[in-house]
């Protein structure tokens, strides 16, 4: 069964920066495409950013433009996501996702069109 695990976040304050991680299993991590998405309390899942399956085409959202960077690490199955200057908007938990098939036409912005989920890790913010 495929499992993905988030890692790399924490409480720090407005415009700091921290990596995020997720460590992908139970598949190979190759012809997979990959997702970014946040949740803040109270609020719908949003999309963050994505990633095609060979790392040729990234999209992310206008709320993180210009601070956000989505990668991924064949050799090591990790999907990483860089976050430059922090702001307590940003604060929410974070998933990574994944949909179960390798050759996948679904709307990469939507939470709906992806399958499998990390348990998500919490960025908090401060002013």
């Known amino acids: 069964q495929v499992q993905l695990v988030e890692s790399g976040g924490g409480l720090v304050q407005a415009g700091d920066s921290l990596r995020l991680s997720c460590t992908v299993s139970g598949r190979s991590f190759g012809y997979y495409c990959m997702a970014w998405f946040r949740q803040a309390p109270g609020k719908e899942r949003e999309f963050v950013a994505f990633i095609s399956w060979s790392g040729g085409s990234t999209v992310h959202a206008d709320s993180v433009k210009d601070r956000f960077s989505i990668s991924r690490d064949e050799a090591i199955n990790t999907l990483y996501l860089q976050m430059d200057n922090l702001k307590p908007e940003d604060t929410a938990v974070y998933y990574c996702?994944?949909?179960?098939?390798?050759?996948?036409?679904?709307?990469?912005?939507?939470?709906?069109?992806?399958?499998?989920w990390g348990q998500g890790t919490q960025v908090t913010v401060s002013s």
């Open positions: 996702a994944t949909p179960e098939r390798a050759f996948w036409s679904g709307a990469l912005n939507s939470k709906d069109d992806y399958d499998y």
